[in-house]
């Protein structure tokens, strides 16, 4: 990966354009609503962004000021050909019940199963509820931060961990799809994970995410399991749809995005904590 410039005050995105712009209704727009039920409408890319997110800054020039905003260069320009390698999956999965799915030999040499993990760990990493927890994980032991070295702090974590957790995600564990025609799933600013702020590997990783309103991805490695099959998918119901929703909305803190099926605000997503 080629290294980026520095740009100080750079905005950059914890949801990627490339992945964001799937969540466009048909006039190419996305909902946000906020954990108080504030409602902004808006193209998908103005969402989704930090400002200094992924930048290392500190108060004087050194040499020590950088960025880490390439990391995520490769993953973002995998994403659509990973967002139409699951829909030519779903196209094969019509039945609301588990089916294995067979790949071809050109599916297999893509690499799609690597690449799909990767850029489940660059969401992950970049994800508002990964960084709070990073902070907090540092506040623990020192105190509060500022917004400042707060940031700081997290993208260099970032710096010292995603090509490790990314090397380490080749391989690892099993993938499921859950589809769904009728019903939409939403994103936030937080869903279900278990890759925190002391994660050196991902054996045992869990993850759960929408990446378009009608495909969600499961990410398992158990302790034990059967290698065959890699992937499994299934078509949903409302039932299903409604508790990937639920899980989002718990683990996320102060947004929400959906394309036509406004959710109803849990409990939880109004405590504006990531739970």
Not at 94 to 104: F, G, P, Q, R, T
Not at 125 to 134: E, H, L, T
Not at 199 to 226: C, D, E, H, R
Not at 246 to 262: G, I, M, P
Request: proline share 4%; with cysteine; charged share 25%.
């Amino acid at each position: 990966m080629s290294k980026r410039k520095l740009i100080k005050g750079e905005k950059h995105h914890w949801w990627p354009k490339g992945l964001s712009k799937n969540w466009g209704n048909e006039r190419g727009l996305v909902h946000r609503i906020d954990w108080s039920g504030k409602e902004v409408t808006s193209k998908p890319k103005e969402f989704g962004q930090i400002s200094d997110g992924h930048n290392i800054l500190f108060d004087v020039d050194t040499p020590w000021n950088s960025t880490i905003e390439h990391f995520f260069d490769e993953p973002d320009k995998k994403f659509p050909k990973i967002v139409r390698w699951l829909e030519s999956i779903k196209r094969d999965c019509k039945d609301i019940n588990a089916s294995e799915i067979s790949l071809s030999t050109d599916q297999i040499e893509d690499n799609n199963f690597d690449v799909t993990r990767e850029c489940l760990i660059s969401l992950i990493v970049r994800s508002p509820k990964y960084r709070n927890a990073q902070a907090a994980f540092v506040e623990h032991y020192r105190g509060e931060l500022d917004k400042k070295e707060r940031k700081l702090l997290i993208a260099a974590n970032i710096n010292q961990k995603y090509n490790m957790l990314v090397q380490h995600s080749k391989g690892a564990g099993k993938l499921g799809l859950l589809f769904s025609n009728d019903y939409e799933f939403i994103f936030g600013d937080g869903f279900y994970t278990n890759v925190g702020a002391s994660t050196q590997s991902l054996f045992g990783v869990k993850a759960l995410i929408p990446l378009t309103p009608n495909i969600a991805v499961i990410w398992s490695s158990p302790m034990t399991y059967s290698t065959y099959p890699r992937l499994m998918s299934m078509q949903v119901d409302r039932e299903i749809v409604e508790l990937v929703n639920y899980s989002v909305q718990v683990y996320s803190k102060e947004y929400l995005f959906y394309r036509t099926q406004k959710p109803n605000l849990a409990t939880e997503f109004k405590r504006c904590e990531h739970l």
